[in-house]
């Protein structure tokens, strides 16, 4: 194997020399994203399809199970296999106009993981001191979003809906379907600051030769600087996580209840192999590109901060397939 300047000569399977390169930089990353959005387009295609199929021909195809035909008029009783009443029906139909909502709110999910992978790998190579004797466990900056959490569901029921009722007439101020809208959102800003962040970091120690050939990728930019994307993430999940616990709750019918809560929590399980599906993705292919993002101890030499903005991307889509479906999306009727 030799070596010029910005590749590597190696041989293949075949004991031919080929060549690869050691840079992948923005050429995986414009390769990964095309990859990305082609998927993320193809799953919006796909969804707008579901949708119309969920409001027109399933809808006309379960309405068929409320048609009495001869075999119901000639029985004494009815078979609750062969007819279905309306409210069994709509009940069916509200459970499956859930799934394009659940969809959408994967990558939600996605960003959320970051909080306890990447974001405490990003901690442990910032300057941590506080004080001549005290250095801050990168982890606990997790505990930020648990407050902003706490002081936002507070501020949303007195402050935030008082105010937003003036303006749209609504009881709750907003709907449940544009809380959960407002939390993708923010979800897509948090991977936009952190990526500019991440990008900051690694420029920080760029000036500081010594610290950059490290082993641990240490960088001299303060810890503190992690705490908007902390919060950013602590404002969605007071919106999304509580908006979509209570949609898949009051949308289920009374004796699905339960399954609700299940469907609930299934975005979140999901959602997280979602998020290892797509590291995954960006590992197999920058490792290929001879730019590895992920990969290795020292966190400057990486590329986090295009992976963060790979997810913002993603996120962004999400949002507007969100926005899709939930335009068209029917809320149970309350009887009162």
Same mark, same amino acid.
């Given at each position: ?137 990168? +982890?606990?900056?997790?505990? *930020?979003? !648990? $407050?902003?959490?706490?002081? %936002?569901? =507070?501020?949303? /029921? ?103 809560? +299940?469907?609930?929590?299934? *975005?979140? !399980? $999901?959602?997280?192999?979602? %998020?290892? =599906?797509?590291? /995954? ?56």
């Amino acid at each position: 194997m030799t070596q010029t300047e910005g590749t590597t000569m190696v041989n293949d399977d075949s004991n031919i020399p080929a060549k690869t390169t050691k840079k992948g930089g923005w050429h995986a990353a414009i390769f990964i994203t095309c990859v990305e959005f082609a998927e993320r387009f193809t799953s919006m295609g796909l969804s707008a399809n579901l949708i119309t199929y969920l409001t027109k021909e399933l809808s006309e195809f379960l309405d068929k199970a409320m048609i009495i035909d001869e075999h119901d008029v000639a029985n004494n009783t009815r078979d609750p296999w062969r007819l279905c009443t309306l409210n069994q029906v709509e009940e069916v139909k509200l459970v499956l106009r859930l799934i394009p909502i659940w969809l959408s709110c994967l990558m939600f999910v996605v960003v959320q993981s970051q909080l306890a992978t990447f974001f405490v790998k990003q901690g442990s190579t910032m300057n941590r001191s506080l004080g001549p004797n005290f250095q801050i466990p990168p +982890a606990s900056l997790q505990g *930020v979003v !648990g $407050v902003i959490i706490l002081f %936002a569901v =507070a501020s949303y /029921d007195r402050i935030f809906v008082p105010i937003v009722r003036k303006f749209t007439g609504h009881q709750s101020g907003i709907t449940v379907l544009q809380r959960i809208g407002i939390g993708l959102f923010c979800s897509t800003l948090c991977m936009v600051v952190s990526a500019l962040v991440e990008g900051k970091r690694v420029n920080a120690a760029n000036q500081h030769k010594n610290n950059y050939n490290t082993i641990e990728g240490f960088s001299p930019m303060s810890i503190w600087w992690l705490l908007p994307q902390y919060a950013i993430l602590g404002v969605a999940d007071a919106f999304a996580v509580v908006g979509l616990q209570e949609l898949f709750y009051t949308q289920m019918s009374e004796a699905m209840r339960s399954v609700g809560a +299940a469907a609930f929590l299934s *975005v979140l !399980g $999901v959602g997280n192999f979602v %998020a290892n =599906a797509i590291i /995954d993705i960006v590992v197999e292919i920058t490792s290929k590109s001879g730019g590895k993002w992920l990969v290795g101890n020292n966190l400057n030499k990486a590329h986090l901060d295009y992976f963060y903005w790979v997810l913002a991307g993603l996120s962004a889509l999400s949002l507007g397939l969100y926005l899709l479906v939930s335009s068209s999306f029917v809320y149970k009727k309350v009887h009162v």
